[in-house]
């Protein structure tokens, strides 16, 4: 990894203007090596490298001047100069005196001298600058008189001489003394190499694994290793991000050794109860506070500090305001906790555990619950779990107490009791949050214990039931489990009620129509007149939502019953919930009004209760509203954003895929929208049936059909047409008849055309489906126009037009408009393709407004094929440097990189036409070749 490539080319540059002296000064594990190193390399010129190491030489006294003198000897200096120098040393060291170093340091300096005349003498040298590179490592730990004969060295530079001295800060001057600096007549210059940034770590880590980490583990191993580069480089070698969290990976896996000796190194230095306070310190997650430290180990707070004074003069540790300390960096507190004895470990945490109960303060529950686990009381670090799970929920927190309880639950050594008791709450939050593969696995886990009790069993079992429903949209796995909850309830009647009403919801499960309601009548007869309300809520809410789902009338009064609010978090969380599901269903009955007024009393609520799995629902079907009504302004990055913000879940995806691949066909984007529609919650097969499957299925039918692939378009409404069948609730599929319809039709299959209109038809007869009723309309004049009946078809295209412009659908109402148009102009009367001209002109303007940019143009070119002119106020005749709408169109195309060919096929252009497009585009862009291009932002 190129740590500072930037410093090594200053470093580089400095030391080829000789005579130079570098300091280098950074704390261990900072890259001074590693700097050095690349330095020399980089310094192929120099006529001699001479390195020598201040750390882990003899005591006594030149030690490190005879370091330097053999290594200049070894390197080519003149033997009978370095002799001079070596007897100057034993005169020193037999008899100290000022005038006998100074004979030390001449003799030294002479031998410099000497090497570079030598050097330079050489005709192969010549130019060779600098003559002498002197690398000197850790000068810190060089005896005090080296030290001296270094700092006359400096002090007096050598005309072809570059000294690079290295050191570890201690607070102090550099270890060569003061004001060195202002003694050399061209300056010593100093660097301190910082810890790296973010970005580099991120940056070292795609390096290391070949691709780029997620964002939040880059911050956690920088957060972790505080950038030091040694330490960066041995996480990133023991971990990588599919271990997980760096902090327990690290403790499962193993500290690096060489943490672990940076570690030991640096605790050796310490005294006996400074070392003592710094262990117990290692164990306390966060920073530490000297009165709870103090209490732990029985001192007074005064000596507590001054223990933990000495630990950051050793650079273990760093103040961090308040009375507070933590490690510098936190890892090493994580290598000196790794590195004490278990039974000491245990006995700690236990003490730890005592004194923060003591403090009596919920913010230490979390605390508690860690420590106590840690001294191996499990019963006690399930009590404070509970308590602690309990505030988080009363602050809105969720997550935090899911992660805690399947902290603790994934604990062999809880008991059997406890560990029930945990999971009934776990399964409780886990239905709100977004988080379920931990939990679906607890919750198994838990479930082959047969010892169980069978009411125990039961409620486990409900939540793992709706855990994979809903989050894990596995609708077939879910209804197994919930069917056995049900009977395992039997004797709880409440929770049995929810289990037989969630059963009754219809896009669970490949099941028909007639089951999903067997099991409503059940729920409506099992549920009790009181109970845990939340329970009870959540019953009445499924059954409005079925209701609402199959376009049954009585579901408004369903709707209606429900209470605007409740008066606890979990009831709230339930009817959040069901006005998701009634906005849902609202959306594909085509009642817009009412789905933005379910939305908004569901955001209301969500606002109270913070359920993230409700909210994160209820923001997918506020994107399916908008594509709907035609809101389609910042829609695709509204639904981006939406999958960036944790749609873990299928289900809770789908939505976001399916609107992103409906605005990209109507945008000419192909590839783009088969990848989108290839998400697993818009996949057959993933156990559950919706609207949003049966849309999944009109887009795959359609995307086939521009392709010109109408086996496979025929294929999927075959396919997508028999599971509807097979599910029996047809007011879904309003979109997708319309597309199965449009296929068949194609591969002249008129009358299995109509013998699916009919089907549809039946059913929604008595269903409140004014969506469906507009298609159905539609899709009788598709099958009237291939019946050669263009007078009848028209009229039924612009009946369907009206019902869906007074539906709010303006998508939808453009295709219905331009499929009237196309039958009018099928007419030999000059009114009727009058009448064409001026459908096809409203439906391109919609087309236009709506931002579907390959409609738009198909039914421009079709307008103006027949004479006619678009409808809309002109646009401006000159765009300056700007880009005209146009441009914009093609700059898109371009960036997605499609040739001037499928340009001119996606706009229905001439080629010359595009290629003139293209030019001014490059040009506006300031762009020499296509790939440069990049999609425009929107104005």
């Known amino acids: 990894?190129?740590?500072?490539?930037?410093?090594?080319?200053?470093?580089?540059?400095?030391?080829?203007?000789?005579?130079?002296?570098?300091?280098?000064?950074?704390?261990?594990?900072?890259?001074?090596?590693?700097?050095?190193?690349?330095?020399?390399?980089?310094?192929?010129?120099?006529?001699m490298t001479v390195s020598a190491g201040c750390r882990g030489l003899p005591d006594g006294q030149y030690v490190v001047v005879r370091e330097l003198v053999d290594a200049l000897v070894e390197a080519g200096c003149d033997r009978e100069r370095a002799g001079g120098a070596l007897r100057a040393l034993e005169s020193a060291e037999r008899s100290w005196s000022g005038e006998n170093e100074y004979r030390v340091c001449r003799a030294v300096r002479g031998l410099l001298v000497g090497a570079v005349r030598r050097i330079r003498?050489?005709?192969?040298?010549?130019?060779?600058?600098?003559?002498?590179?002197?690398?000197?490592?850790?000068?810190?730990?060089?005896?005090?008189?080296?030290?001296?004969?270094?700092?006359?060295?400096?002090?007096?530079?050598?005309?072809?001489?570059?000294?690079?001295?290295?050191?570890?800060?201690?607070?102090?001057?550099?270890?060569?003394?003061?004001?060195?600096?202002?003694?050399?007549?061209?300056?010593?210059?100093?660097?301190?190499?910082?810890?790296?940034?973010q970005s580099q770590v991120a940056a070292w880590a795609a390096e290391v694994a070949g691709a780029p980490p997620p964002q939040r583990w880059a911050e956690s191993v920088h957060q972790l290793t505080g950038g030091?580069?040694?330490?960066?480089?041995?996480?990133?070698?023991?971990?990588?991000?599919?271990?997980?969290?760096?902090?327990?990976?690290?403790?499962?896996?193993?500290?690096?050794?060489?943490?672990?000796?940076?570690?030991?190194?640096?605790?050796?230095?310490?005294?006996?109860?400074?070392?003592?306070?710094?262990?117990?310190?290692?164990?306390?997650?966060?920073?530490?506070?000297?009165?709870?430290?103090?209490?732990v180990c029985a001192l007074p707070v005064g000596a507590a500090e001054a223990g933990l004074s000495r630990a950051v003069d050793a650079g273990v540790m760093s103040p961090a305001g308040g009375g507070l300390f933590t490690f510098a960096p936190p890892v090493l507190g994580l290598a000196v906790g790794a590195g004490l004895p278990a039974v000491d470990r245990r006995r700690w945490h236990g003490a730890i555990a005592r004194a923060l109960e003591s403090q009596e303060s919920d913010a230490a529950l979390h605390e508690l619950v860690f420590h106590t686990r840690a001294a191996g009381d499990v019963t006690a670090s399930a009590r404070f779990a509970e308590r602690a799970a309990e505030r988080a929920v009363r602050a809105g927190d969720t997550a935090e107490a899911i992660e805690l309880l399947q902290g603790l639950l994934a604990d062999p050594a809880l008991p059997r009791r406890s560990r029930a008791a945990l999971a009934g709450r776990l399964g409780r939050l886990a239905l709100t949050s977004l988080a379920y593969v931990e939990t679906v696995a607890l919750l198994r886990a838990i479930l082959t214990d047969e010892r169980l009790p069978e009411g125990v069993r039961g409620e486990l079992r409900l939540h793992l039931g709706l855990l994979l429903s809903n989050q894990a949209g596995d609708g077939d796995t879910g209804r197994v489990e919930l069917i056995r909850a049900a009977r395992e309830l039997r004797r709880r009647p409440a929770p049995a009620a929810r289990a037989m009403s969630a059963l009754a919801l219809p896009y669970w499960g490949s099941c028909a129509l007639r089951e999903?309601?067997?099991?409503?009548?059940?729920?409506?007869?099992?549920?009790?007149?009181?109970g845990d309300p939340a329970l009870l809520t959540a019953v009445v809410v499924n059954r409005a939502s079925v209701l609402m789902e199959i376009g049954d009338p009585r579901?408004?009064?369903?709707?209606?019953?429900?209470?605007?609010?409740?008066?606890?978090?979990?009831?709230?969380?339930?009817?959040?919930?069901?006005?998701?599901?009634?906005?849902?269903?609202?959306?594909?009955?085509?009642?817009?009004?009412?789905?933005?007024?379910?939305?908004?009393?569901?955001?209301?609520?969500?606002?109270?209760?913070?359920?993230?799995?409700?909210?994160?629902?209820?923001a997918a079907t506020g994107l399916r509203l908008a594509w709907a009504t035609g809101r389609w302004a910042g829609l695709a990055a509204d639904a981006h954003q939406h999958l960036g913000e944790g749609a873990r879940s299928p289900f809770g995806a789908a939505d976001a895929f399916l609107v992103l691949a409906q605005l990209a066909l109507t945008q000419g984007e192909w590839d783009e929208a088969e990848e989108f529609l290839r998400a697993p919650g818009l996949q057959p097969g993933s156990g559950w049936t919706g609207p949003e499957f049966t849309v999944g299925a009109a887009t795959r039918i359609r995307l086939a059909l521009v392709r010109g692939q109408l086996?496979?378009?025929?294929?999927?409404?075959?396919?997508?047409?028999?599971?509807?069948?097979?599910?029996?609730?047809?007011?879904?599929?309003?979109?997708?008849?319309?597309?199965?319809?449009?296929?068949?039709?194609?591969?002249?299959?008129?009358?299995?055309?109509?013998?699916?209109?009919?089907?549809?038809?039946?059913?929604?007869?008595?269903?409140?489906?004014?969506?469906?009723?507009?298609?159905?309309?539609h899709c009788r004049g598709a099958t009237a126009t291939a019946a050669g009946r263009h007078d009848e078809a028209a009229g039924l295209h612009a009946e369907a037009a009206t019902r869906l412009a007074a539906l709010s659908r303006p998508y939808e109402q453009a295709r219905a408009l331009e499929a009237a148009a196309r039958c009018r102009l099928a007419a030999p009367v000059d009114p009727a393709r009058t009448t064409a001209a001026r459908q096809?002109?409203?439906?391109?303007?919609?087309?236009?407004?709506?931002?579907?940019?390959?409609?738009?143009?198909?039914?421009?070119?079709?307008?103006?094929?027949?004479?006619?002119?678009?409808?809309?106020?002109?646009?401006?005749?000159?765009?300056?440097?700007?880009?005209?709408?146009?441009?914009?169109?093609?700059c898109r195309l371009i960036a997605l990189g499609r040739t001037n060919r499928q340009i001119a096929d996606l706009l229905f252009l001439s080629p010359r036409t595009v290629e003139r497009h293209v030019a001014g585009v490059m040009r506006k862009l300031g762009c020499t070749a296509r790939d440069q291009v990049r999609l425009p932002a929107v104005d």
């Open 1 to 47: 990894m190129n740590l500072d490539e930037a410093l090594v080319s200053e470093l580089s540059a400095l030391v080829s203007r000789p005579p130079a002296v570098v300091l280098v000064g950074a704390g261990p594990g900072m890259g001074k090596s590693w700097l050095v190193r690349r330095v020399v390399a980089a310094s192929q010129r120099a006529g």
């Open 121 to 197: 003498s050489a005709a192969a040298r010549q130019g060779c600058e600098p003559a002498v590179l002197v690398v000197l490592e850790d000068v810190e730990c060089a005896d005090a008189p080296s030290r001296r004969v270094m700092r006359y060295v400096v002090e007096r530079p050598t005309d072809g001489v570059a000294l690079i001295l290295t050191y570890t800060p201690d607070g102090g001057p550099s270890p060569l003394g003061a004001r060195l600096g202002s003694a050399v007549s061209g300056g010593v210059h100093e660097f301190r190499p910082a810890p790296l940034p």
């Open 228 to 295: 030091v580069p040694l330490f960066v480089g041995e996480v990133l070698a023991r971990l990588t991000p599919e271990d997980g969290d760096v902090r327990q990976a690290l403790s499962r896996k193993g500290m690096p050794e060489v943490i672990a000796a940076a570690a030991v190194e640096r605790l050796a230095r310490l005294p006996v109860r400074a070392r003592r306070l710094t262990a117990v310190a290692a164990l306390i997650r966060g920073p530490v506070a000297v009165s709870l430290l103090a209490q």
């Open 516 to 530: 999903h309601l067997w099991w409503l009548e059940q729920a409506e007869r099992t549920v009790p007149g009181r």
């Open 555 to 618: 579901a408004w009064e369903a709707a209606a019953a429900l209470p605007r609010d409740g008066a606890t978090p979990s009831e709230r969380q339930q009817l959040v919930r069901g006005y998701v599901n009634l906005a849902d269903a609202a959306i594909c009955l085509g009642h817009h009004a009412a789905a933005t007024d379910f939305l908004a009393r569901a955001d209301d609520l969500a606002g109270c209760a913070g359920p993230t799995y409700a909210r994160h629902l209820a």
């Open 711 to 777: 086996p496979v378009a025929l294929a999927e409404a075959t396919r997508a047409t028999a599971l509807i069948r097979g599910k029996g609730v047809w007011a879904w599929a309003g979109e997708l008849v319309d597309a199965a319809v449009e296929a068949m039709l194609r591969g002249g299959g008129l009358r299995r055309a109509g013998q699916l209109l009919d089907e549809f038809a039946r059913d929604i007869a008595t269903r409140d489906c004014p969506f469906g009723q507009a298609m159905l309309a």
């Open 840 to 890: 096809l002109a409203d439906a391109a303007q919609l087309f236009t407004t709506l931002g579907a940019t390959w409609e738009a143009a198909r039914c421009t070119r079709l307008l103006r094929d027949h004479g006619g002119t678009p409808s809309g106020r002109p646009g401006r005749r000159g765009y300056g440097d700007r880009l005209s709408p146009r441009e914009r169109e093609v």
